[in-house]
């Protein structure tokens, strides 16, 4: 089945304490992207990656981070969390860019304390 | 950063109703695209659209590109309860040759009227 999955789901954690949520798809997507999503203010870019090793910052990549070493692969990275990072995050892929169907993981919950 | 003005914000429907949102912007994007999300779930594509003045339907949906390419909009005809829930237009640019990023409205809520 094809699918985008992101781990964990929901994640309560505290201010500075590294964290990575995971994102893997299996449909041999060359694109990939992270955005939040805020009540209020939709959903808004943090990262996204065209191809392994292809990254670029969109529209909040302020406190995170990305690697895209392997094609399926896709983590966001937050080094020192902060509350204002609160938020429902998802990530999603597509063959080549968003002329291709964007497919959504599940999303992830994560409160930062 | 840039903005996409996605109005209504929220509305009611009544089954059998007709539905419209549109969403402008102060610049011009090449891709607009309507997304739905419901409860719990991840937004799903419903229209692509890739040349000004395009119009594509999806079933019981019709989204057109604006001929200025700074707006779209998004019909439903004859709405039924499973159409409730949050859609989103989300557009993009071209810079130099290279894709840039994708850019959401803040979203339309969809509900039943009570």
């Known amino acids: 089945e094809a699918q985008v999955t992101q781990n964990p789901r929901y994640l309560i954690t505290v201010t500075g304490k590294k964290l990575t949520v995971t994102c893997s798809q299996n449909?041999?997507?060359?694109?990939m992207s992270w955005y939040r999503q805020d009540p209020g203010l939709g959903l808004r870019q943090i990262y996204y990656?065209?191809?392994?090793?292809?990254?670029d910052k969109g529209d909040v990549p302020e406190g995170y981070k990305v690697s895209r070493k392997e094609k399926r692969n896709f983590p966001l990275i937050l080094e020192s969390p902060s509350p204002n990072q609160t938020s429902l995050y998802f990530c999603?892929?597509?063959?080549?860019?968003?002329?291709?169907?964007?497919?959504f993981g599940p999303g992830t919950r994560l409160t930062v304390l | 950063g840039q903005q996409l003005n996605q109005s209504p914000q929220s509305m009611f429907i009544q089954e059998g109703e007709d539905v419209s949102m549109n969403c402008t912007s102060s610049s011009i994007f090449n891709t607009w695209l309507w997304y739905k999300q419901d409860p719990g779930e991840g937004p799903v594509l419903l229209i692509a659209l890739y040349k000004a003045g395009e119009l594509t339907s999806n079933g019981r949906l019709t989204a057109q590109f604006g001929i200025t390419r700074k707006d779209s909009f998004l019909n439903i005809s004859a709405s039924i309860p499973s159409d409730v829930g949050i859609y989103f237009c989300a557009g993009q640019q071209n810079y130099g040759g290279s894709q840039g990023n994708l850019i959401f409205g803040k979203g339309t809520k969809l509900s039943v009227k009570p």
């Open positions: 449909m041999n997507h060359e694109y």
């Open positions: 999603a892929s597509s063959r080549l860019w968003a002329r291709d169907t964007q497919y």
């Open positions: 990656s065209m191809n392994v090793e292809v990254t």
